[in-house]
């Protein structure tokens, strides 16, 4: 099975991830040697910009689609009398 991925969702992914490994890493190097990153913090801020990206670049972004074309009524078959 194949999934299609957008090319917006799949630049808002990877821009989300490059956001949260830069977190990490100047995470890790701010508490010394020994220390370790914030992942939490990494994680949250990677899922803010790609939330983030995707309300300011992509109006609607995970809204249903509307239809094209719009519905019409249809006429009764009786005449009025």
Same mark, same amino acid.
């Not at 957008?6 to 490994?21: D, H, K, R, S």
């Given at each position: 099975?194949?999934? $299609? !991925? *957008?090319? %917006?969702? +799949?630049? %808002? !992914?990877?821009?989300? @991830?490059?956001?949260?490994?830069? =977190?990490?890493? @100047?995470?890790?190097?701010?508490? /010394?040697?020994? /220390?370790? /990153?914030?992942? =939490?913090?990494? !994680?949250?801020? /990677? *899922?803010?910009?790609?939330?983030?990206? +995707?309300? %300011?670049? +992509? &109006?609607?972004?995970? $809204?249903?689609? +509307? &239809?094209?074309?719009?519905?019409?009524?249809?006429?009764?078959? #009786? #005449?009025?009398?």
């Amino acid at each position: 099975m194949t999934i $299609q !991925i *957008a090319p %917006l969702a +799949a630049l %808002l !992914i990877v821009l989300g @991830y490059a956001v949260g490994y830069s =977190v990490f890493k @100047y995470t890790a190097r701010t508490h /010394g040697a020994a /220390g370790r /990153g914030d992942l =939490v913090a990494s !994680i949250a801020s /990677g *899922a803010t910009v790609a939330t983030l990206l +995707a309300l %300011l670049l +992509a &109006p609607g972004f995970g $809204q249903p689609a +509307a &239809p094209s074309s719009p519905t019409t009524n249809p006429t009764s078959a #009786s #005449s009025p009398q």
